[in-house]
């Protein structure tokens, strides 16, 4: 089912806000946010959010993060992020279960190795890991104490221990899923009620459904093969939103898909049984 029919370049970052009960999604590439019934235009690209409060989210751009009141417009800059790099934007991020924020970087071409995984929490902005060339799958397992994250260009998806306090990352990542002898390419990601972990697969038109221990255990299948971020919503949590993307095709090829960059809905099962998902967690200010 279609949520909305709008193709969009570079579909990503879905939200769903738990206060509002409403989807947030972004365009990347159009520099754009959209939910229900209103977008908001950016100067740069714009890639990603976490929920503040009932009118405020905290944005990722190409600079760094920033406050946007969503009734009134008004931004704030939280923090720069790379802001002195024109070749490097934002990517996938989300909020974490302490309150802090995740967020990936890369090259706007996709240059090797040109982007970094930060988080901030409490007004500290730390990098994570260096060196990755598409961040994605940012997603988290409170029970746990986990985080997970991949590189797309890789076909690896990372999961990290984490601090239950504080949640810093703990050690060193260890490697989740090996995809890259299947051709698949991990983008955006969420964690069901039960920690499975759900995987948009870039090309494959898919979102895929892999246990703790990394079995796989199930897709949901969407008209467009560049399927790029999920989240769970509705009242119950039981809805599953997934974006797209139509960024690097030919002519031909969107003539083939007429559904690529759209936003998508659907009712998961796993065995004949509904799945639930977890309230997005909300960025933690002191203002």
């Given at each position: 089912m279609i949520h909305d029919n709008r193709s969009l370049e570079l579909g990503e970052g879905a939200l769903w806000h738990p206060e509002r009960q409403e989807l947030f999604w972004f365009d990347i590439l159009g520099q754009s946010l959209h939910g229900a019934g209103q977008d908001w235009m950016f100067d740069d690209p714009a890639s990603a959010a976490g929920w503040v409060d009932r009118h405020r989210l905290v944005v990722a751009t190409a600079k760094g993060l920033s406050v946007l009141n969503?009734?009134?417009?008004?931004?704030r800059i939280l923090c720069p992020l790379e802001a002195d790099r024109p070749d490097t934007r934002s990517n996938d991020g989300k909020a974490d279960p302490w309150g802090g924020f995740w967020i990936g970087t890369m090259g706007r071409q996709a240059q090797v190795n040109a982007g970094a995984l930060y988080r901030w929490y409490q007004d500290e902005v730390r990098t994570l890991r260096k060196g990755m060339t598409i961040?994605?799958?940012?997603c988290f397992d409170a029970a746990r104490g986990c985080a997970y994250f991949s590189d797309t260009a890789e076909g690896i998806v990372f999961r990290q221990g984490l601090d239950p306090r504080t949640g810093w990352p703990v050690g060193?990542?260890?490697?989740?899923?090996?995809?890259s002898a299947l051709g698949l390419n991990p983008d955006g990601a969420t964690v069901d009620a039960e920690g499975r972990v759900w995987i948009a697969q870039w090309g494959a038109g898919r979102v895929a459904c892999y246990a703790p221990?990394?079995?796989?255990?199930?897709?949901?299948t969407f008209p467009a093969s560049q399927t790029s971020c999920p989240v769970?919503?509705?009242?119950?949590?039981?809805?599953l939103f997934v974006t797209s993307a139509m960024e690097g095709m030919d002519a031909a090829g969107r003539r083939a898909e007429p559904h690529g960059g759209k936003t998508f809905v659907c009712t998961p099962m796993l065995n004949g049984t509904p799945v639930i998902g977890v309230a997005e967690p909300r960025v933690r200010l002191d203002w």
């Amino acid at each position: 089912m279609i949520h909305d029919n709008r193709s969009l370049e570079l579909g990503e970052g879905a939200l769903w806000h738990p206060e509002r009960q409403e989807l947030f999604w972004f365009d990347i590439l159009g520099q754009s946010l959209h939910g229900a019934g209103q977008d908001w235009m950016f100067d740069d690209p714009a890639s990603a959010a976490g929920w503040v409060d009932r009118h405020r989210l905290v944005v990722a751009t190409a600079k760094g993060l920033s406050v946007l009141n969503l009734a009134t417009d008004e931004r704030r800059i939280l923090c720069p992020l790379e802001a002195d790099r024109p070749d490097t934007r934002s990517n996938d991020g989300k909020a974490d279960p302490w309150g802090g924020f995740w967020i990936g970087t890369m090259g706007r071409q996709a240059q090797v190795n040109a982007g970094a995984l930060y988080r901030w929490y409490q007004d500290e902005v730390r990098t994570l890991r260096k060196g990755m060339t598409i961040p994605n799958s940012t997603c988290f397992d409170a029970a746990r104490g986990c985080a997970y994250f991949s590189d797309t260009a890789e076909g690896i998806v990372f999961r990290q221990g984490l601090d239950p306090r504080t949640g810093w990352p703990v050690g060193g990542a260890e490697v989740f899923l090996d995809l890259s002898a299947l051709g698949l390419n991990p983008d955006g990601a969420t964690v069901d009620a039960e920690g499975r972990v759900w995987i948009a697969q870039w090309g494959a038109g898919r979102v895929a459904c892999y246990a703790p221990d990394g079995a796989l255990l199930g897709a949901e299948t969407f008209p467009a093969s560049q399927t790029s971020c999920p989240v769970f919503g509705g009242p119950a949590l039981d809805t599953l939103f997934v974006t797209s993307a139509m960024e690097g095709m030919d002519a031909a090829g969107r003539r083939a898909e007429p559904h690529g960059g759209k936003t998508f809905v659907c009712t998961p099962m796993l065995n004949g049984t509904p799945v639930i998902g977890v309230a997005e967690p909300r960025v933690r200010l002191d203002w």
